[in-house]
């Protein structure tokens, strides 16, 4: 029978000797009570908006081409929310380094996992698949106070040792088991005759040379990573789409909606239908939530190449 954790396996992660007053400074930081990282936050926001102009180019043009239909002043205001959600979601995440279980759930609410937990009762795995909405590393941590039933995250290791090390013990303290990208296939065979949650971050922009499939999502050809499609068709396994919205500042609610059951052994599927249908489900959250999205990152860096066709 699987156990829950609910405690972090340690009080530090593995660091060398020169890293660890950085550790020690973020660890203070994280101790400091959510009204003060908030004020923080709010500086930093003030510093990375009209100061530094973080990014604000990408920002712009991505929100100006995601809604055409929006006013010059409903985008300034999708803008300046989205920038401030993103200096919350830096003193958060560090927040995570001291944060409990039970005051992370009090902070996370949940709803649609009934359905989730009815296909890992059958005996099934189950495939999540997110995207870089709300505050995504409080998303992942709370997968373990919601589901009695290991979870694994892939993640895509960091170049810097002691950013690497931070963010995995980080991701780790609350429970999920990370899974280096190159080890997905090697990890989901040793453990295929068990009932876990497979989750990816399956809005990421692929490497040029490895697209497979354009869609059209938010107005602008977009390249999707087919990873999920191919693991959801060689380990059957059922898929669900995770969303992430504000309550209010420092709450969120995460939601879970049926994207395909698994699939039928020996009947083909033609095209793409999981990676087609997530960029849908993903479309649509983002419209109704547009400040939610990570809008600095270079979503469209690629352009379609004119034989490549559309969904």
């Not at 920038?83 to 409990?100: A, C, G, Y």
């Not at 040029?208 to 050809?221: K, M, S, V």
């Not at 919205?245 to 083909?268: C, D, M, S, W």
């Amino acid at each position: 029978m699987y156990h829950k954790p609910s405690t972090a396996p340690s009080s530090c992660p593995t660091l060398t000797p020169g890293q660890l007053p950085l550790w020690w400074l973020l660890k203070g930081i994280s101790l400091l009570p959510f009204p003060v990282l908030y004020a923080l936050s709010t500086f930093l926001y003030w510093v990375m908006y009209y100061v530094v102009g973080y990014r604000k180019k990408v920002v712009r043009q991505n929100l100006e081409r995601s809604f055409p239909e929006k006013s010059k002043q409903e985008l300034l205001r999708i803008e300046k929310q989205f920038f401030l959600n993103l200096t919350d979601l830096m003193v958060e995440s560090l927040k995570l380094i001291s944060l409990t279980p039970a005051e992370l759930r009090k902070r996370v609410a949940s709803r649609g996992e009934e359905k989730v937990i009815a296909q890992l009762g059958t005996g099934a795995s189950v495939l999540i698949l997110g995207a870089h909405l709300g505050n995504w590393e409080y998303m992942s941590a709370a997968g373990n106070s919601i589901f009695p039933y290991p979870i694994d995250g892939v993640y895509k290791p960091l170049a810097n040792p002691f950013f690497e090390e931070f963010m995995k013990f980080m991701r780790s303290r609350f429970g999920i088991n990370l899974v280096k990208m190159k080890d997905t296939l090697r990890h989901l065979i040793r453990h295929k005759s068990e009932s876990r949650i497979f989750t990816l971050l399956s809005d990421q922009v692929p490497p040029y040379g490895e697209i497979q499939y354009w869609t059209n999502f938010l107005h602008q050809d977009t390249a999707f990573y087919v990873g999920a499609e191919k693991l959801r068709t060689s380990f059957q396994f059922p898929a669900f789409f995770i969303g992430m919205r504000h309550v209010k500042r420092g709450y969120y609610e995460i939601e879970f909606q049926e994207l395909l059951p698994a699939p039928v052994p020996g009947t083909p599927e033609e095209g793409h239908p999981l990676t087609e249908l997530f960029s849908r489900k993903l479309e649509a959250w983002v419209q109704e939530n547009p400040a939610e999205y990570l809008w600095s990152h270079k979503r469209w860096k690629h352009s379609r190449p004119t034989a490549a066709p559309l969904a």
